[in-house]
């Protein structure tokens, strides 16, 4: 099994939104250890090498540090929705996850540039962890922008289109 930098990320910040008091995850020969217990150890006693994890949480396995590629995002995005016009309407993220166009590999996206939508009609799907959520306009228009590529990260609040309402 191949985990990724993003995977953990992403096991960290539900752990972290979750009320656990501790999480151990051991896949072959990879282990992680998270607990809000400062003194807490894993079964092995292995300690984190990387950059220290967040405040009142000590894990065995830190994640990658994404402070650069999230302040490149934070300014490119402040950039993107300064330039777009005041009544486009930006579809945001609902959640962290991975950002999907198209229902499978292989299929097309769920909407195209200039197509237009109904409240109802689905844009993307976002994953976590195998779970999928299913993203819809929530507005009658014309999608305008995809501010995201097919399979990247996205956070919270991450603009993913911009609708021109009708």
């Given at each position: ?14 752990f ?99 197509q ?9 799907l ?34 993913l ?6």
């Open positions: 099994m191949n985990i990724k930098p993003h995977d953990i990320a992403v096991l960290i910040e539900l972290e939104a979750s009320t656990w008091d501790e999480l151990h995850l051991k896949i072959q020969d990879f282990e992680l250890f998270l607990s809000t217990d400062p003194l807490a150890k894993s079964a092995s006693h292995a300690t984190a090498a990387a950059a220290a994890p967040p405040a009142g949480l000590t894990a065995t396995v830190a994640p990658p540090s994404r402070v650069a590629e999230r302040i490149a995002d934070a300014g490119s995005r402040e950039e993107s929705a300064s330039s777009m016009p005041s009544h486009w309407l930006a579809v945001t993220a609902p959640n962290l996850g991975t950002f999907y166009r198209s229902p499978k590999p292989g299929s097309p996206p769920f909407v195209e540039l200039g237009a939508v109904e409240p109802q009609t689905e844009l993307c976002i994953e976590v962890m195998k779970l999928f959520t299913t993203l819809v306009a929530g507005v009658k228009g014309t999608v305008k922008r995809v501010c995201v590529q097919d399979a990247a990260m996205v956070e919270f609040g991450d603009i289109f911009y609708i021109e309402p009708a």
